[in-house]
């Protein structure tokens, strides 16, 4: 079985597992949010891992460095509706700063590689 180039990405990998820590988090959202904040903190991580493989599989520099932005800003976004999730308590303080250090992690990674496609 073939491996997908954008898996070699450590940026991919660690917005994977962001991603993945995010669907885990919003399982204990309560109902009233099922179709509103879980839903867009969701829709937002799996924004990242999907713009990193789509700007890898692109042929120029300017596409890759698009795709890696809009991931940049996905990943904006999510520490908004995190920041929001724990005021509101639907998430404690420890899941928050995990998640919030894992953000950190990826956030750097996705701008190193932008920055590395760019003239």
Known sequence: MHERP????????ESYKLCRM??????????????????????????MPLNIAEGAARHSKKEKAHFYAIAIGSLEELHCAIQLSLDL????????????????????????LRTSVLP
């Open 6 to 13: 954008y898996k070699r990405l450590i940026a991919w990998q």
């Open 89 to 112: 308590g639907y998430i404690t303080s420890e899941t928050f700063k995990a998640i919030d250090d894992q953000m950190n992690r990826t956030s750097f990674l996705i701008v190193k």
């Open 22 to 47: 995010l669907y885990e988090s919003t399982t204990a959202f309560p109902n009233i949010e099922r179709f509103a904040l879980a839903s867009q903190i969701r829709r937002a991580a799996y924004s």
